[in-house]
């Protein structure tokens, strides 16, 4: 099982461990989340919009934490309610009246995420923009807002996408903030602005699709609306961004490792294993799938990332670790031989030590046995465990699915036709055995195509002041409006619901400020959706008819 893939890239990963033991999953599965904001420490900046400027942080600006009482199921008020955290920053807010930005929950714990509140981030520059506020809202189940301590296949019944997107209409219409204690900024009154990227993309677009009315205008970035059961599409765009050496080294070593799983001895596939650092490992899919985990780091690069963990993983493919004196390789690679000793010694020496977490040796591979029930990583039922049983629970219940692996069509060779769809429906069942009648969605018969139908996946495209962004090499661009295999192609921008794909980015890399420092045609679209959603802001207090002195004009 591997899920940690991000936890090097994005810190809302690295969840409080357990007590149980701190075994984690190791890298792999692409979770799609937000990366977290620059730490208040960083060597930030923040932008004027409206010069243009881009000058460096002034003194952090702090979020207060706030406490709602949320229903565990809408659809049965009378189970009661629990505990929601949220954080506001009001320092832009213009008064009575004023807007209100709500970031749209990730699956995480939302600790160290109140910076996107702040203008260094994009929902933040929103309201600073409108002269609005900003909220952080933690996702139910996640963090310090969970109904529930122990998350069975029972008391898990309740996160749902349903939920999930009446969570944010009836926070929006019930919550009492601080620093408006008349209700003059309920949504009735005031645009409400619902903002997120990746899951919470997509979640501010189903909202927008399943529950129109109560938020004004709608910001999606990498929003994954089309549920997918093998998403083999999600490594295409790395294998693009990937150095042209390194990708054809990478296929070979692949295609070598498929030969020897597929028709060599159990003599060759057990050296094959030990040379990569994983002779422990029993199965075969969970030594492909291994192979796979340094692939999913991609997703977490920013443009001011520099040196990033897939450059890493390519020079030593290429022969280029630290130390080495080769020459440097061109633009054919290095050839099979020379690239599986890199690429094992990578595995060894970088990908496996502490990838499994604390309380093991540095150099455990038990987290990678997959078929192990007893492993923490299905046992720790916690809210704060480290294996995100609560994102899996979607993936198996809702379903979306999502898995990364190979599948028919598979095009970037970059994945092990070992390691398949069956991989993951097969631990569906080891973390949510049955709990009397209480089990997941998939054992039910439940589908992604009904997910899509529900949502409208990638072809909902009547929306109302909503406005697509996504990144060119995003491993997650597949799961899109600008999928290249959505039918009729990728969505085309009209003013109505503008698009934008950033040239040569990742994951969510138009919510992080610094990201336009960075690059200036991310700094471009940055002030676009800016303007953008300043014309929309207005457009309420004009159809209102609503007196400010405020100016909303892009």
Same mark, same amino acid.
Request: aromatic share 12%.
């Given at each position: 099982?591997?899920?940690a893939v991000l936890a090097a890239a994005f810190a809302e990963l690295l969840l409080v461990g357990s @007590?149980?033991?701190?075994?984690?999953? =190791?890298?792999?599965?692409?979770?799609?989340?937000?990366?977290?904001? =620059?730490?208040?420490?960083?060597?930030?900046?923040?932008?004027?919009?409206?010069?243009?400027?881009?000058? $460096?942080?002034? @003194?952090?600006?702090?979020?207060?934490?706030?406490?709602?009482?949320? *229903?565990?199921? %809408?659809?049965?008020?009378? *189970?009661?309610?629990?505990?929601?955290?949220?954080?506001?920053?009001?320092?832009?807010?213009?008064?009575?009246?004023?807007?209100?930005?709500?970031?749209?929950?990730?699956?995480?714990?939302?600790?160290?995420?109140?910076?996107?509140?702040?203008?260094?981030?994009?929902?933040?520059?929103?309201?600073? @923009?409108?002269?609005?506020?900003?909220?952080? *809202?933690?996702?139910?189940?996640?963090?310090?807002?969970?109904?529930?301590?122990?998350?069975?296949?029972?008391?898990?019944? /309740?996160?749902?996408?349903?939920?999930? #997107?009446?969570?944010?209409?009836?926070?929006?219409?019930?919550?009492?903030?601080?620093?408006?204690?008349?209700?003059?900024?309920?949504?009735?009154?005031?645009?409400?602005?619902?903002?997120?990227?990746?899951?919470?993309?997509?979640?501010?677009?189903?909202?927008?699709?399943?529950?129109?009315?109560?938020?004004?205008?709608? %910001?999606?970035?990498?929003?994954?609306?089309?549920?997918?059961?093998?998403?083999?599409? /999600?490594?295409?765009?790395?294998?693009?961004?990937?150095?042209?050496?390194?990708?054809?080294?990478?296929?070979?070593?692949?295609?070598?490792? !498929?030969?020897?799983?597929?028709?060599?001895?159990?003599?060759? $596939?057990?050296? *094959?294993?030990?040379?990569?650092?994983?002779?422990?490992?029993? %199965?075969?899919? !969970?030594?492909?799938? @291994?192979?796979?985990?340094?692939?999913?780091?991609?997703?977490?690069?920013?443009?001011?990332?520099?040196?990033?963990?897939?450059?890493?993983?390519?020079?030593?493919?290429?022969?280029?670790?630290?130390?080495?004196?080769?020459?440097?390789?061109?633009?054919?690679?290095?050839?099979?031989?020379?690239?599986?000793?890199?690429?094992?010694?990578?595995? +060894?020496?970088?990908? #496996?030590?502490?990838?499994?977490?604390?309380?093991?040796?540095?150099?455990?591979?038990?987290?990678?046995?997959?078929?192990?029930?007893?492993?923490?990583?299905?046992?720790?039922?916690?809210?704060?465990?480290?294996?995100?049983?609560?994102?899996?629970?979607?993936?198996?219940?809702?379903?979306?699915?999502?898995?990364?692996?190979?599948?028919?069509?598979?095009?970037?060779?970059?994945?092990?036709? %070992?390691?398949?769809?069956?991989?993951?429906?097969?631990?569906?069942?080891?973390?949510?055995?049955?709990?009397?009648?209480?089990? /997941?969605?998939?054992?039910?018969?439940?589908?992604?195509?009904?997910?899509?139908?529900?949502?409208?996946?990638?072809?909902?495209?009547?929306?109302? +002041?909503?406005?697509w962004v996504n990144g060119e090499y995003d491993p997650w661009r597949p799961a899109t409006v600008s999928?290249?295999?959505?039918?009729?192609?990728?969505?085309?921008?009209?003013?109505?619901? =503008?698009?934008?794909?950033?040239?040569?980015?990742?994951?969510?890399?138009?919510?992080?400020?610094?990201?336009?420092?960075?690059?200036?045609?991310?700094?471009?679209?940055?002030?676009?959706?800016?303007?953008?959603?300043?014309?929309?802001?207005?457009?309420?207090?004009?159809?209102?008819?609503?007196?400010?002195?405020?100016?909303?004009?892009?």
């Amino acid at each position: 099982m591997r899920y940690a893939v991000l936890a090097a890239a994005f810190a809302e990963l690295l969840l409080v461990g357990s @007590a149980a033991a701190s075994l984690s999953l =190791p890298l792999g599965l692409g979770i799609p989340d937000r990366p977290p904001p =620059p730490d208040d420490g960083d060597d930030d900046f923040v932008v004027d919009i409206l010069s243009g400027v881009a000058r $460096r942080a002034e @003194a952090p600006i702090s979020a207060t934490a706030g406490y709602f009482q949320q *229903l565990i199921d %809408h659809k049965n008020p009378s *189970l009661g309610t629990f505990t929601q955290r949220y954080w506001w920053n009001a320092d832009h807010y213009a008064g009575p009246g004023s807007p209100i930005v709500l970031n749209a929950p990730g699956e995480s714990n939302a600790d160290g995420y109140q910076g996107y509140t702040t203008n260094r981030t994009l929902p933040g520059l929103f309201a600073q @923009a409108t002269g609005g506020a900003a909220i952080v *809202l933690e996702h139910r189940y996640w963090g310090g807002s969970s109904p529930y301590l122990n998350l069975t296949a029972e008391t898990l019944q /309740y996160l749902d996408l349903d939920n999930a #997107i009446a969570d944010l209409i009836y926070f929006a219409e019930q919550v009492s903030l601080p620093f408006d204690p008349t209700g003059s900024s309920k949504p009735d009154k005031a645009p409400w602005v619902l903002s997120g990227c990746s899951y919470p993309g997509a979640l501010t677009a189903w909202t927008n699709a399943l529950a129109p009315g109560t938020f004004w205008a709608y %910001h999606c970035s990498s929003a994954v609306v089309e549920a997918i059961s093998t998403l083999w599409q /999600y490594f295409s765009p790395i294998e693009q961004a990937m150095p042209r050496n390194c990708s054809a080294d990478m296929r070979r070593v692949i295609k070598h490792v !498929d030969q020897v799983l597929s028709n060599g001895t159990a003599e060759k $596939r057990q050296r *094959l294993k030990t040379l990569f650092g994983f002779g422990d490992l029993k %199965h075969d899919d !969970d030594f492909a799938s @291994a192979l796979t985990n340094p692939l999913g780091l991609w997703q977490g690069t920013q443009f001011y990332t520099g040196y990033t963990a897939l450059n890493r993983m390519c020079d030593y493919i290429e022969n280029q670790w630290p130390g080495a004196n080769g020459p440097a390789p061109g633009p054919e690679g290095v050839g099979l031989c020379k690239a599986i000793k890199g690429f094992a010694k990578y595995s +060894r020496e970088v990908m #496996i030590p502490g990838s499994c977490g604390q309380g093991v040796p540095k150099d455990s591979i038990a987290c990678y046995d997959s078929y192990d029930k007893s492993s923490p990583m299905y046992t720790d039922t916690s809210v704060n465990n480290t294996a995100n049983r609560q994102w899996m629970w979607f993936l198996c219940n809702e379903p979306f699915e999502y898995w990364q692996t190979w599948g028919p069509g598979s095009d970037s060779g970059l994945v092990s036709e %070992h390691f398949i769809r069956d991989y993951y429906l097969r631990q569906c069942a080891n973390f949510f055995p049955d709990v009397g009648s209480f089990t /997941y969605g998939l054992k039910k018969g439940r589908t992604v195509e009904q997910v899509n139908a529900k949502t409208g996946g990638w072809d909902y495209v009547n929306t109302t +002041r909503l406005m697509w962004v996504n990144g060119e090499y995003d491993p997650w661009r597949p799961a899109t409006v600008s999928a290249d295999l959505r039918p009729g192609g990728p969505l085309k921008s009209t003013k109505e619901a =503008p698009v934008w794909v950033l040239p040569k980015a990742a994951h969510c890399n138009d919510l992080i400020v610094k990201n336009g420092v960075a690059n200036p045609a991310v700094m471009e679209v940055i002030k676009a959706e800016v303007a953008q959603m300043k014309e929309w802001v207005g457009e309420f207090y004009k159809q209102k008819g609503v007196k400010t002195t405020r100016e909303f004009h892009a």
